[in-house]
């Protein structure tokens, strides 16, 4: 069965440094998400990719996060600098095309678990 | 805007014993509901979802949840919980424009199940 992948799996950095994750969607899917979860919340969306143009960074914390999709397949997320509040699970989603219908299902990856000191 | 409210945090339940989980969302309109579970070091799977129709509606691993419109809740429940159940259980609305709606999760209820 076809999963998404990410990496690493953990990832454990010191405050002010750099940091990337990996998500490799599902082979044919469109549209590509990145969430944060932090330890004792759901999921939160941040951002949203159609194959290689963001859609929805409206929760993306643009001065220290970036992503990219260049070639509408596999996706980075960057931080830089690395601050304390992001140690959460990052978790990496995708579906066939965007939107929410009873045909359209978001699968998840196992995520990748940041600590930062 | 669109939100979800799980009440509970944790739940012991016991094996072999049926199961509730509580979901109350807030939306305007008839909304698209999910249930999601995500076992410890995993991502999410996703257990059912509604859109419309019928208000009972069954998932993966012998869950079921019903959407009451008149109480704004979308409870999920399973008959005889597995010790295999326990696990963290997400709530989410889909919310924003369509053709670009997203995933809107609660706080989520994690399950215990003893022996």
């Known amino acids: 069965e076809a999963e998404v992948a990410q990496s690493p799996r953990y990832k454990i950095t010191e405050k002010s440094q750099a940091v990337a994750f990996w998500c490799d969607p599902i082979s044919g899917h469109a549209t590509l998400y990145w969430y944060r979860q932090i330890l004792g919340q759901g999921p939160e969306l941040l951002v949203q990719f159609q194959d290689e143009s963001v859609v929805d960074d409206s929760q993306l914390p643009k001065d220290r996060f970036s992503a990219e999709r260049l070639k509408g397949v596999d996706s980075t997320l960057k931080i830089q600098p690395a601050e304390l509040g992001d140690s959460a699970m990052y978790l990496c989603?995708?579906?066939?095309?965007?939107?929410?219908?009873?045909?359209?299902?978001?699968?998840f990856g196992p995520g990748t678990r940041l600590t930062v000191l | 805007a669109q939100s979800v409210t799980q009440p509970d945090i944790h739940i012991t339940v016991s094996e072999g014993a049926s199961l509730e989980l509580r979901c109350n969302y807030s939306y305007g309109a008839t909304p698209y509901l999910f249930w999601y579970v995500q076992s410890p070091g995993q991502g999410l799977q996703l257990l059912l979802k509604y859109f419309s129709g019928d208000t009972l509606v069954q998932g993966i691993k012998g869950f079921e949840a019903e959407f009451k419109r008149s109480q704004s809740s979308f409870n999920l429940r399973k008959p005889s919980v597995h010790w295999s159940d326990a696990a963290e259980y997400f709530c989410a609305v889909g919310a924003g424009n369509t053709g670009f709606q997203k995933l809107v999760f609660g706080t989520g209820t994690r399950l215990l199940v003893s022996p």
């Open positions: 989603a995708s579906s066939l095309v965007p939107g929410l219908s009873s045909y359209n299902e978001q699968f």
